[in-house]
């Protein structure tokens, strides 16, 4: 099962109580994961696409005061292969940057997370997982309550280098990727069962 980090961090406040460390949300199929980028000469923007129906997460978490939550087993893993970038060789070259080969997967942790109920925002520290290496950030997100149905967004910038990808090149080095992406998350959520 895939989903997005940011949909873990999103239930804790809003749809459990501190007696109640687990429970069941069920991850909405209209999600979006999107890596974007810029070359010399034009935008690019790669989005995954796992969805063809709903998927079912359990997780569990601890409240602190603030009020923080911390995670337990909150991990994302997101095949590389899936993410459509608009055509076949850009498929390839953003598999190839990844070195999908040898680390087929881009891995989420969610550490902990605190949330406002005043701006409907929060803030959360995760770690992000490329190409066996793994590095910590803090991800500013805002969520929204409708019909039962909760939505997160989320945007985060992040340097490939920290990483130690190399930007492809094309046409003998006239086409250059920039080392800075933006990773952008969209998920809806729905709770189902809390113990």
């Known amino acids: 099962m895939v989903f997005s980090l940011v949909t873990i961090l999103s239930v804790s406040p809003l749809l459990w109580s501190p ?44 409240k602190e005061a603030k009020p923080c939550y911390y995670f337990h087993n909150a991990i994302t893993e997101l095949d590389i292969a899936a993410f459509d970038c608009g055509n076949r060789v850009m498929n390839n070259d953003f598999c ?24 409907n925002g929060g803030s959360a520290t995760i770690t992000i997982g490329i190409a066996g290496l793994e590095k910590d ?30 930007p492809p090149q094309k046409l003998i080095g006239l086409l250059k990727v920039r080392n800075e992406i933006t990773v952008e998350v969209e998920y809806e959520i729905r709770p189902l069962v809390f113990e």
Not at 30 to 55: H, L
Not at 101 to 116: C, G, N
Not at 137 to 166: R, S
Request: overall charge negative.
């Open 19 to 62: 007696n109640d460390p687990n429970g069941q949300i069920e991850v909405i199929s209209s999600g979006k994961f999107k890596i974007k980028g810029q070359s010399n000469i034009a935008p690019f923007e790669c989005e995954f696409q796992p969805y063809s129906s709903t998927d079912t997460l359990s997780i569990g978490y601890t």
């Open 96 to 119: 190839e940057m990844l070195h999908q080969e040898q680390h087929p997967r881009l891995k989420i942790q969610l550490k902990d997370a605190t949330i406002s109920t005043d701006n």
């Open 137 to 166: 950030y803090n991800l500013p997100f805002e969520w929204h309550q409708q019909d039962g149905k909760y939505q997160v967004l989320a945007t985060i910038h992040l340097d490939i280098k920290d990483f130690e990808l190399i």
